[in-house]
């Protein structure tokens, strides 16, 4: 039913009616929990785009600290890939973004492996990733919308966008996609992650070399509508399946609320200290290869409202 | 070594059967209600001459056998006058007997000395009874009346919370109950996501919770069953009940036919919000759906003295959905019986029923030219036939035996995805299988104090073909288990994994004074059809899932304990029993499983054990203008599931250490009764997380621990009110109406369904804790009945 993000909309207003009673309520609370020793955070992402890759490091907080992340300073980040290269990644800013640059060059491509290697204080992590291959994509498009009630965010009437693409065949690609807002590929809020695996949502609903299928492809319009003149896109990422549910475990614990709400979990990392005795890294080591498409709504080229 | 368990049983029974050379003579017959008809359930029969006695079935059939002689027999049952007969026992006799209701009592005749004392005297413990007139009484939520949510107040029974569908006895889950209405299963009882339950009040005629010591005819859910029968309609005179409450209006018509040897019920409620919200609507919500009704028939004919027939049915729907989208579910259930008494001492009900429930979500599901479309639908049928048998040997050896057949037939989800034209179906491939079971056990009384039941239950489960089974392995134990190619394939009807299991069930009455006794009961129970569910409150997307080579049958074993004592010339029932219960195979699941459309879905699924245990304190008032009862468990229920909290032992989603309720109904008069509930219990375990991290734009919560449970939300407290007046103005100029206000929340308080932890709306770098409260407020409700 989360797929579903338009009728999701109307199903919850009708819901709402058929229960306008049942006034279900949150409201905001203060809570005591424990808090663990600070973790070392992975967050990186190698592409296959030519210029600088950035591999970010922080320690981890207490669940109500409200500040930003503090870095992890004087690191060793190493990437190593199958054919021998050495990838020397620096914080020059001294701000935990460990950064790779390099004229020319670039670093990821499709088909090879990727080992990355953390040395912090006496512990060493690692983790490995490998570059997938990804498909082009073919065509933005959008309809105009109006919405039922005037929704929280963005305009009543706007525009719903749409990407086409089509899965390769072969079965097992995983993707991640990313709307592209002004030019900038964004995930604010981890609910919205949209994750495909072959042209639909899981292993188990074979959907292998078809075009994505209709929820996945409006995943570029999240929270509200477009207005004509915004500048749209998307950005197909292929990942690897441990990516894929990396991905999935974030957004379920991100949306664990309401009644039918899901234990949450602790998220696995893909990175692992060389001692098992030691201390646990959290976080993700990742990689891609990327498609990318743009596009500006043009109010005339809007595609008929078919519904 | 099985069959030897099978000649010792026999013999053990045998040896029970060895009648008596004496001069036997039978009395057998119905007990009816004498102002409808209806058959009364669980009447005390008692022969006060042979200090002996047996209780009607659930077709109000009884049946004793004592030496020939002159004896006294009093008829007695909760809320009704007693009725006492002589009877001269030279042969056989039939004694027919209609019960007049204690309301209708112009004077008090206070007849007999012997005591209503059921509660003591029979082996049956860990067995809760709801009068109906009870639920009907209490104040319910929007003034309707629900049969779920009154079960929730009694001992050893909880739920994840207000809102959430089913309940869960003593440590097991929603699943694992058995919810029988007229012998066939329910498999989602609830209408608007759990806030309603699908039985119509004005058609349930008795309700009984077994929640330990379960007798050898049930099988198939491990926790407890909950046997609802319906009405069989007035076989006195045509009545028409109905109502209009806040969210239903409903209807019941009831007629006798063939000069009240047969009668019927149809009964049906539907909520009418949309339709009242209608005009309210602008354009584009004109086409939203929001609507759940139900419909309940059934039927009866008594042909002779020795057949009677029944058919009854229930069909029920939920819908929602607005423009192209649609989202629905329901069940149907169709139940067939044939009672027949081949003899006076043996009495037979062979019942057949079909039982499906499905949902179906959708958009442009039913557009055939849609270029996009989403169509999603799943079901389970399970058609059963069961003969039961009843033989009363001797007033000190009632035995029954009986078998079941039951055939499933799932389809776990049939989905086409319409892209641009362009169709994948990416449905499941339905499942098939069989379950077939046995038993025979005795009801033997060993003396005046002491008494037994004793029985087995066998049961037999193939999963049947056709199908692909897989085999999963994984590199790491919690991680997705990932399925090995090729898997193995199996024909039409072929046997894929079967699973048989001995079920042995024991009760023990030591009766220690006239009006107390200690009980103990043993059971184990066998399930075979899982609910995968992973969310707090079951949801109606859920898919039943039958066992399988990976999936393999839930059991529970259970013993049970308690002191059983009634006070003030019964007035007051009061008990105390503890219980430990342990289960095996119990399913949990992996971090983000996929549960719904994945045909590796047995690759998700992390299995485990439970155990639960508690101690069950009541007392219950049933004479008197002050009736109800107050109800005290404490308890413990725990899961250990692989690669879950290190391993360790955590509290289930619905553990609550502390569970008060009470329940009062006060007669004022004549017209008006008062009633009041109050609940209080510990809040449900929650996990919390104890750091932060930060991801891209994304703060994620990780508990150092690695914990479970680890944390509790603040207790719940709730007490509800309602009045129901009976008008003196007469609806249509005849039969009765009647008010009922009631007041649910009264003192407002928020309470939590749950606490969960979410970053800001506007602030990334902000994370909090949120309180959610389904119900938030107090709720007030008129409903107006109307009866003639």
Redesign the interface.
Known sequence: MKYFKKSAIKIGFAALLGGFFLTGCEDVIDLETETGPPQLVVDGWITNQPGPQTIKLTWSASYFDNTPAKPVLNAEVVVKDDKGTIYEFEDTAGNGQYIWQKTGDTLGHIGRKYTLTIKQGADTFTSSTEIKRVPAVDSIIYRKEKLPFEPDKGPREGYVAEFYARDLAGEGDTYWIKPVIRGKPEIKRATSISIAYDAAFSAGAPSDGLIFILPLRQSITTDSLYSAGNEVGVELHSITNEAFDFLSQVREQAGNGGLFATPIANIRSNVVNTNPAGPKALGFFGSSAISRMETTIDPAKARPDDD | MKNRKIYLLLLLLGVCFQVNAQNRQTVSGYVKDKANGEGLIGVSVYVREAATGVVTNPYGFYSITLPSGNYTLVFSYIGYQKVTREVTLDADKTLSIEMEDESNQLQEVTVSTQREDENVRSIEMSVNKVEMKTIRKMPAL?GEVDLIRSIQLLPGVTTVGE??SGFNVRGGDVSQNLVLLDEAPVYNSSH????FSVFNPDAVKDVKLIKGGIPAQYGGRISSILDVRMKEGNSKKREVNGGIG?IFSRLTYEQPFAKGKGSFIVAGRR?Y??VL?KPFL?S??KD????FYDLTAKVNYQLGDKDTFYASGYFGKDV??????G?GWGNATATARWNHIFSNKLFMNLTGYYSNYDYS?G?NANDPNA??K?DWKSKIISTSIKPDFTFYITPNNQLTFGGQYIYYDTRPGR?L?V??G?S?D?S?DPKYADESAFYIGNEQKFSDRISMQYGIRYSYFRSLGPGTEYEYITDEIG??K?PVFPGTEYKRGEKIKSYGNWEPRASLNIGVTSNASIKASYNRTAQYLHLLS????A?P?DVWTLSSPIIQPEKADQVALGWFQNLKDNTYEASVEVYYKKLYNQID?I????LL?????AGDLLFGKGRAYGAEFYLKKNKGKLTGWISYTLSKTERQVES?NNDDWFPA?FDKPHNFTSVAIYEVGKRLSLSANFTITSGTPA????????????I???????R??N?RIPAYHRLDLAATLKSKKKLFKVGEGEWVLSFYNIYNR?NP???????NED???????????????F?PAITYNFKF
């Not at chain 2, 994620?700 to 690695?706: A, C, E, T």
């Not at chain 2, 369904?753 to 970053?759: E, G």
């Open positions: 929007l809102g959430a608007l996501f759990g806030f806040t909520s919000i949309d919200a602008n584009d919500l939203s759906k929001f609507y929602f959905g607005g423009g192209d989208f989202f979500l958009q270029k996009d989403f989905a995805a892209s641009e362009q994948t990416i499941l991680k997705r990932l992973n969310t707090a409150a949801s997307l699941y971090p983000a499983s996929e459309l994945n045909q590796f879905v879950i989603r996990t919390f997380p104890t750091n932060r991290w930060e991801h891209g734009d994304w994620i919560g990780n508990n150092y621990n690695n479970r449970n944390n928020r369904f749950s606490i969960y932890t979410r970053v602030n990334s770098l902000k994370t909090e804790a949120v309180r959610y409260a389904v119900i938030g407020s709720i």
